[in-house]
Antibody, heavy 122, light 106 residues
Framework: EVQLLASGGGMVQPGGSLRLSCAAS????????MSWVRQAPGKGLDWVSA????????YFADSVRGRFTISRDNSKDTVYLQMNSLRAEDTAVYYC???????????????WGQGTTVTVSS | DIQMTQSPSSVSASVGDRVTITCRAS??????LAWYQQKPGKAPKLLIY???NLHSGVPSRFGGSGSGTDFTLTISSLQPEDFATYYC?????????FGQGTKVEI
């Protein structure tokens, strides 16, 4: 069974940092691009970042570029989201998601993790 | 960025009803559109990709159509487990963008 398990969320003060992890199982991890998508409380879905299967290409929403980095360890079947300079507006549930078509395609996401909650507050 | 606009924002329906949700893109995206279902407190689930292709395991009462800028999600006979929020998402170019969601309520 294909599964994604996100972890690492928590409460952090504005300006702080947090690293999210997403452990994958049930598929050949290195063959697929991975994304992070967030959802602020009571709001819709907002794509954050993606990384190619090899890790050689990364993509970011304008709202997080320069503050967030994405990486992956294909030996551990895990993708990470390092979040720095956090703001109140980054408060959300963060979902990791698998790209449907292959190592460079992240636009359609066919498997989603359960989400991990990030709260930025003083 | 491509803007996605869904209508209606919410719809009240009964079990057995036919429900139609529309999604409009701010520019042409060919057939590069996906639909997701989300229930409260749960992760989204892919229903339809490439505008009209049913994802594995999704019941055949769900259907998608459209191309270019106008798309439709249809639930042919609403079931109790279909009460949820539905999102369209353009898969044509980066950044992938979502509609604001349509809540299907009893």
């Amino acid at each position: 069974e294909v599964q994604l398990l996100a972890s690492g969320g928590g409460m952090v003060q504005p300006g702080g940092s947090l690293r999210l992890s997403c452990a994958a199982s049930g598929f050949n991890f290195s063959n697929y691009a991975m994304s992070w998508v967030r959802q602020a409380p009571g709001k819709g879905l907002d794509w954050v970042s993606a990384i190619s299967g090899s890790g050689g290409s990364t993509y970011f929403a304008d709202s997080v570029r320069g503050r967030f980095t994405i990486s992956r360890d294909n030996s551990k079947d895990t993708v990470y989201l390092q979040m720095n300079s956090l703001r109140a507006e980054d408060t959300a549930v963060y979902y990791c998601a698998k790209g449907r078509y292959g190592s460079n395609y992240f636009y359609t996401m066919d498997v989603w993790g359960q989400g991990t909650t990030v709260t930025v507050s003083s | 960025d491509i803007q996605m606009t869904q209508s209606p924002s919410s719809v009240s329906a009964s079990v057995g009803d036919r429900v139609t949700i529309t999604c409009r893109a701010s520019q042409g995206i060919s057939i590069w559109l996906a639909w997701y279902q989300q229930k409260p407190g749960k992760a989204p689930k892919l229903l339809i990709y490439s505008a009209s292709n049913l994802h594995s395991g999704v019941p055949s009462r769900f259907g998608g159509s459209g191309s270019g800028t106008d798309f439709t999600l249809t639930i042919s006979s609403l079931q109790p487990e279909d009460f949820a929020t539905y999102y369209c998402q353009q898969a044509n170019s980066s950044p992938p963008t979502f509609g604001q969601g349509t809540k299907v309520e009893i």
